[in-house]
Nanobody, 115 residues
Framework: QVQLVESGGGLVQPGGSLRLSCAASGSFFRYAMMGWGRQAPGKQRELVASIFSGSGINYADSVKGRFTISRDNAKNTVYLQMNSLKPEDTAVYYC?????????WGQGTQVTVSS
């Protein structure tokens, strides 16, 4: 059974930084596309960063140059380093895994950017 457990969310001031982590269970990890999505109140969930099992990485335009996604296959963990945070980055952030025809989401971690 696949489990994705996020950590690292919290309250940060505008311009600050946070690092999110997602620990995944299962042997699928190194073959999966891993990503981070977010959902703000009243808005649809959007995928903001994804990293493929090879070296490919994609970012949403709204986070390019500020967020960095990385993965450690030995630890079954994917990270999201978020810098220069803005109030509009406030959302619940979800870890995402895509493996073959299956898509998985974690429970989410709250990120609040406010002074």
């Amino acid at each position: 059974q696949v489990q994705l457990v996020e950590s690292g969310g919290g309250l940060v001031q505008p311009g600050g930084s946070l690092r999110l982590s997602c620990a995944a269970s299962g042997s699928f990890f190194r073959y999966a596309m891993m990503g981070w999505g977010r959902q703000a109140p009243g808005k649809q969930r959007e995928l903001v960063a994804s990293i493929f099992s090879g070296s490919g990485i994609n970012y949403a335009d709204s986070v390019k140059g500020r967020f960095t996604i990385s993965r450690d296959n030995a630890k079954n963990t994917v990270y999201l380093q978020m810098n220069s945070l803005k109030p509009e980055d406030t959302a619940v952030y979800y870890c995402n895994a895509v493996y073959r025809e299956y898509t998985y989401w974690g429970q989410g971690t709250q990120v609040t950017v406010s002074s």
